[in-house]
């Protein structure tokens, strides 16, 4: 077979550098590959296997008219793999390989359109749809099709069957939208058409042209992303060496030595990675690589001249610097009118700060185009246990006291809590509910000694910070026996090191809004660790005014400002709800 093949091709003396290299790498892979198949869950396995071999990046980088039709299978194959998952958790992949081939056979069947999105978001509709409705603003996508230019993939104008190509589709499609949005209508085209649907319609209307000179591409992956992915071809490569070591042969010193360089590759990288002082990627490698040939040997030195990591490095660099030089000189129609707004003033909240600092355009997918998205099983878990404490602090705040069998009472309403909030009883599901109701006895216990008591729950404020309008909702608030008041703020997810608390933004938010909103001075804030049974005291800080108001200038600045780039890491996107669509992510 080609394996064996490709195998018994590395024990000659004969082969090329550039072609061993390359067989080296499929022959990596394909051992990660197999020793995966029964170890992974078809979704991940799927997605690790788009980002080894790099087709989404090969993809981005490459400017022909198929290119958007394979990014978009890529996304769909990582959808049904997850879709797939979803319905057998305990599914393998050598299952999975067979369900994909039978869709392969038998052809996918389409997936029905889904309903408008709600308000906020912007709806993708057909011609026919925007008749007799009310429209702000109208983008008319796809002029070009009617005038005998067809691409791939999805259906335009021309290819409808309601609707016939030609001139006069064009012509209808414009005047409908012109007719049918109240403040813009945005015709779009592609390319150089004859006759041109749009000049005279700006001919008429005095409207502006745009060109925009754009190629389909993406930002390369970065050095931490290149790091893990070498990570595994370092172990490989170690393991070989190892195993030579066992039975020496004429060769053995060049692999061994080949492993050593890989590895001297790798802490190269974990350098540049973890580099601060701004540095240029090539200013930065000269001087890694200095400190390397002082370690390194001349035959291991051989090995890192002959490697292609640098140029690729470099490479990236300068396809950053491209990418970058073409979003600071193309110009972008304003999302001004998309903004989340009171009046004039921007509305931020806790959660708005924390997106857009993690990731700008995170918080351009949520909080501008205000796209939609599902509920995950995390997201319904710890809203049934926000709202079983919720009526079980409630019950004590109307009748006055501790409500009698507390314990007994809050597994009465997480009972009740967990039918409604829709969970089934698979597998997953119940581990959920155990955890759940271990979690419940642990609060309680928690409760019974607390000399605490609650004053507000689930309270709203909203105060001004500069221009901007601040908004909240804090889980509850405690009166001390001392009179002094405690924000808390429940957490269901994992807990984070308490180290990491020192620059916290929410809860200083959050006594600030009790100040400015309540009229209460919290002195202190806690997270509620609820499945950890563990409260975690955040203390105040005399800065903490300081620190909400620049954080929030700071972000105002990048609203208004429409700074949406994007800021990838393996840390945060793996866990984006927008990654299927972002163009900086990784699948």
Request: hydrophobic residues 40%; aromatic residues 8%.
């Amino acid at each position: 077979d080609m394996v064996s093949a490709c195998e018994a091709s590395l024990e000659s003396p004969q082969m090329a550098p550039e072609a061993r290299q390359r067989i080296e790498g499929f022959l990596n892979l394909y051992r990660a590959a197999s020793g995966a198949l029964n170890t992974r869950r078809p979704d991940a396995y799927v997605r690790r296997l788009i980002e080894r071999i790099g087709f989404r990046r090969q993809r981005l980088f490459a400017a022909r008219p198929e290119t958007a039709e394979r990014l978009l299978g890529l996304s769909r194959l990582a959808e049904i793999a997850t879709d797939f998952s979803r319905r057998d958790p305990d599914a393998s992949v050598r299952e999975f390989t067979v369900f994909l081939e039978a869709l392969a056979d038998g052809g996918l069947e389409p997936v029905g359109g889904p309903d408008l999105p709600g308000v906020g978001a912007v709806p993708v509709v057909g011609l026919d749809m925007l008749k007799g409705g009310e429209w702000t603003r109208i983008w008319v996508l796809g002029l070009e099709r009617p005038f005998g230019i067809t691409r791939t993939p999805g259906p335009g104008i021309g290819e409808d069957p309601t609707h016939p190509g030609g001139p006069e589709t064009a012509r209808v499609a414009i005047a409908t939208a012109l007719t049918s949005a109240r403040d813009e209508v945005v015709l779009s085209r592609s390319g150089d058409v004859e006759p041109d649907p749009v000049a005279a319609i700006l001919e008429a209307t005095g409207g502006l042209e745009e060109i925009h000179e754009e190629e389909l591409f993406g930002p390369a992956e970065d050095v931490a992303a290149t790091y893990r992915a070498m990570l595994g071809e370092v172990m490989e490569a170690s393991w070989k060496a190892g195993s030579e070591l066992n039975e020496p042969r004429l060769d053995t010193a060049i692999d061994v030595n080949r492993a050593v360089a890989r590895y001297l590759e790798l802490l190269k990288l974990a350098a540049l990675a973890q580099r601060d002082d701004g540095s240029s990627d090539e200013e930065a490698i000269e001087a890694v690589n200095g400190l390397l040939a002082q370690i390194a040997t001349p035959e291991q030195l051989a090995e890192l001249d002959a490697s292609t990591l640098d140029p690729y490095l470099l490479a990236q660099e300068r396809e950053r610097g491209m990418r970058q030089g073409l979003a600071d000189s193309r110009s972008e129609p304003s999302l001004d009118a998309f903004l989340p707004r009171r009046g004039d003033d921007l509305r931020l909240s806790a959660t708005d700060l924390d997106m857009y600092l993690t990731c700008p355009l995170k918080y351009k997918f949520a909080r501008v185009f205000g796209i939609p998205t599902p509920p995950t099983v995390n997201m319904r878990f710890g809203i049934v246990i926000h709202n079983v404490l919720q009526r079980f602090h409630e019950l004590e705040l109307d009748v006055g006291r501790p409500v009698p069998d507390g314990e007994a009472r809050l597994m009465s309403l997480l009972e009740e809590g967990w039918r409604r909030g829709g969970f089934g009883d698979s597998h997953d599901e119940l581990q959920f509910l155990d955890r759940a109701r271990d979690a419940m006895r642990a609060y309680w216990r928690s409760e019974e000694a607390s000399e605490s008591e609650p004053a507000f729950l689930e309270r709203q404020f909203e105060f001004k910070v500069g221009p901007h309008f601040l908004r909240g909702r804090v889980d509850r608030v405690d009166r001390k026996p001392d009179g002094e008041f405690e924000v808390i703020d429940y957490k269901t997810g994992q807990r984070i090191d308490s180290s990491r608390h020192g620059g916290d933004i929410q809860l200083a938010l959050y006594r600030l809004g009790a100040r400015e909103a309540w009229g209460i001075e919290p002195e202190a804030g806690s997270y509620y660790y609820v499945l950890e049974g563990e409260k975690v005291e955040v203390q105040s800080s005399p800065d903490d005014r300081e620190r909400v108001e620049r954080t929030v200038l700071e972000v105002g600045e990048g609203v208004l400002g429409q700074d949406f780039e994007p800021r990838p890491s393996p840390a945060v996107c793996g866990w984006c709800d927008f990654r299927l669509v972002c163009p900086a992510a990784e699948a």
